[in-house]
């Protein structure tokens, strides 16, 4: 609701937005996050180099990465994996695939490379899982 009056500058009550997304048939689904954590050992965990500093000063200093889950109305799931540029806030590279792999991660990667191949980013990305 709030995401709605923010974009239109406006104060609609909540419940009109439910009764106008109702009768249109447009539901949202928020399902219930599992709980995961794999704990790690130092070994393999990498220096946090980045440090919570997501300021850039220029473009291709800092690109962050992450992969996102969306759920198709065919009940299969897409997966869209992105790097972002701190500098200048742009989507360097993206990559859609339908499984969450390395080989999704690493066509980013080698497209973000080609389109820059000048740019030496720090390169930062979350422990995410990919099979």
């Known amino acids: 609701m709030l995401n709605v009056n923010r974009r239109l500058n406006s ?5 009109r937005i439910y009764r106008l997304m109702r009768s249109i048939k447009l539901t949202s689904v928020i399902r219930k996050k599992r709980r995961k954590y794999i704990y790690s050992t130092p070994q393999i965990t990498a220096k946090n180099v980045l440090n ?17 889950e969306f759920k198709l109305t065919n009940g299969k799931k ?3 994996s992105a790097i972002l540029d701190l500098g200048d806030n742009s989507i360097v590279s993206y990559v859609l695939g339908y499984s969450n792999n390395n080989k999704l991660v690493f066509d980013t990667l080698d497209k973000a490379i080609a389109n820059n191949p000048a740019a030496e980013p720090l390169f930062h990305s979350d422990r995410g899982f990919q099979v």
């Open 78 to 80: 897409a997966y869209l």
């Open 52 to 68: 919570r500093d997501f300021m850039a000063n220029k473009p291709n200093e800092k690109w962050l990465t992450d992969v996102t």
């Open 11 to 15: 104060s609609f009550n909540h419940k």
